[in-house]
């Protein structure tokens, strides 16, 4: 009976992963799977947090010197699609001046991640949202 299990399990596994492939870019799929700055800091220098309309819940949060961001991290409880583009503004971010930063877009986020499918694009737009809100809280 355990064979059975594993056997259909694996199946199952290869089913998922055959759909996500067809969904998504290669970008995509290793940005979820393996995020970058996925953590949730308390000693950062500004944070945004967003609730989106789909329900995913996106936080961002940076360390600033001299109006750069020198680290930032994210945490969300959404989709993999909204890992994705969590963990790929962390690195878009990380370097750049806070009025770069600013001028970032949900394309320019879509773009690098090689696009998303139509009905994940609200995902793209809750970072940059996220983003611009944590930016917004240290300009105050």
Known sequence: MKNDLDKF???LQQKIEYEEEKSYSKIVIN???NPNNFRDIKNSD???KIKGPCGDTMK???KIDNNKI?????????CGAT???GS???KLVKG???DKAKKLTSENLTESLLGLPEEHLHCSKLVINTLKKAIKNYKK
Do not use: P, Q, V
């Open 70 to 78: 020198i680290d930032a991290f994210f945490w969300t409880d959404g």
């Open 31 to 33: 940005e979820y799977r």
């Open 9 to 11: 399990l694996k199946n």
């Open 83 to 85: 890992i994705a583009c």
């Open 46 to 48: 500004t944070s945004g």
């Open 96 to 98: 750049a001046s806070l």
């Open 60 to 62: 961002i949060s940076l």
């Open 88 to 90: 790929m503004i962390t």
